[in-house]
């Protein structure tokens, strides 16, 4: 009897396992497309903006471009009005988003308040604004090698004076800039990504020049990127979205560290690779936080773990009304650090890449 109940137990928990399927028809109402305005303003360039309008979840093949005429966008400055932008795509540049647009002469100051009103055929008017902060200087910027799991990990220990009685956002950026020259040829090459996801060559020559094995990432080890996570670090990849807030130094003076992994200038008989990291320090406007702070959920690993798939479902961020995007003020400050030429040949590949 008990060898027969040992038989069936098996075959019983088998049959708990087993679950029914069904599909699901999935009705989900058409929704109208909206406008879309993003910008970044800063007084360092002319007053510039995306605009395009939003798809569909089901639609297969998004469309987000809106109609060569009748768009436009209106810029004040202060409540006084600035001028209409007039676009600015490259038609030369294919991989380029249509929907660029500029406003030539236009430059705002720190503390300036900068409403863009856009318009287009067929959809309602949408508006956003921000306010410009004043700028951040960096006050020190210091570096520690150190040797962690087998490799050589690069710190950047950077200083600066939070102003006091205001709530301040900022957001730390580095860049990896390549200067690569052979003989009269010189080009550039960022660590960022063209909108095809490709190393992005700023300016200079074509020609094929080794490139560094893996792409650039930046970890976040200072806990004002983390206010109550217990982690060593955040790893945000290439595009450090890390930003944080004042609070837990306000009105002091702050070192904020973070780190990654460096290469070091090369040389080779036919071309010489001169690697640079730009640390930007950017004082950003409350809806710049607001936003990145959302997107970077998005994806986001806490040491060697990824949590994105942990983290409770947010919505997008906006300060358009009646629309969708971010309209956004910032100030940068920067420092750049030139790394030496060493005999690390591993930290380079034996292919060469023409970059275009």
């Known amino acids: 009897m008990k060898k027969e109940l040992f038989t069936l137990l098996p075959l019983l928990s088998l049959l708990f396992c087993i679950a029914c399927t069904r599909d699901v028809e999935l009705k989900i109402e058409t929704v109208s497309p909206v406008l879309v305005l993003n910008a970044s303003i800063t007084p360092d360039r002319e007053v510039a903006a995306f605009l395009s309008k939003s798809w569909f979840l089901m639609d297969s093949v998004p469309e987000y471009n809106l109609p ?43 503390g300036d308040k900068v409403r863009l009103e856009a318009d287009a055929p067929g959809f309602d008017p949408v508006r956003g604004e921000t306010l410009i902060p004043s700028q951040t200087e960096i006050a020190l910027l210091d570096t520690a090698r150190m040797i962690t799991s087998g490799s050589l990990l690069f710190r950047i220990y950077l200083t600066f004076e939070d102003k006091p009685f205001d709530r301040n956002y900022y957001r730390l950026v580095v860049e990896r800039l390549i200067e690569y020259r052979k003989g009269d040829q010189v080009k550039w090459v960022s660590s960022f990504c063209d909108s095809r996801g490709e190393s992005h060559q700023l300016s200079g020559d074509q020609f094929e020049v080794p490139s560094p094995w893996g792409i650039f990432s930046l970890s976040y080890d200072d806990p004002v990127f983390q206010p109550g996570i217990p982690s060593s670090g955040i790893n945000d990849g290439t595009y450090c979205r890390g930003v944080f807030s004042d609070d837990m130094f306000n009105g002091k003076e702050y070192t904020v560290t973070s780190s990654f992994y460096p290469v070091n200038s090369l040389e080779t008989d036919s071309v010489t690779a001169i690697v640079h990291y730009d640390v930007h320090l950017l004082s950003i406007s409350e809806s710049y936080y607001n936003y990145l702070k959302v997107i970077r959920n998005f994806s986001i690993s806490l040491g060697d773990a990824y949590v994105d798939g942990l983290l409770e479902p947010s919505e997008t961020y906006s300060n358009v009304i009646d629309g969708f995007g971010i309209v956004t003020g910032y100030r940068i400050s920067t420092r750049r650090i030139t790394m030496p030429f060493g005999s690390f040949s591993y930290e380079w590949s034996n292919s060469y890449y023409p970059f275009e």
């Open 68 to 110: 060569e005429t009748g768009v436009k966008i209106d810029v004040y400055v202060n409540d006084t009005f600035r001028g209409t932008m007039s676009r600015s795509d490259n038609p030369a540049d294919s991989s380029e988003y249509k929907g660029q647009f500029k406003l030539p002469g236009c430059y705002v100051q720190t």
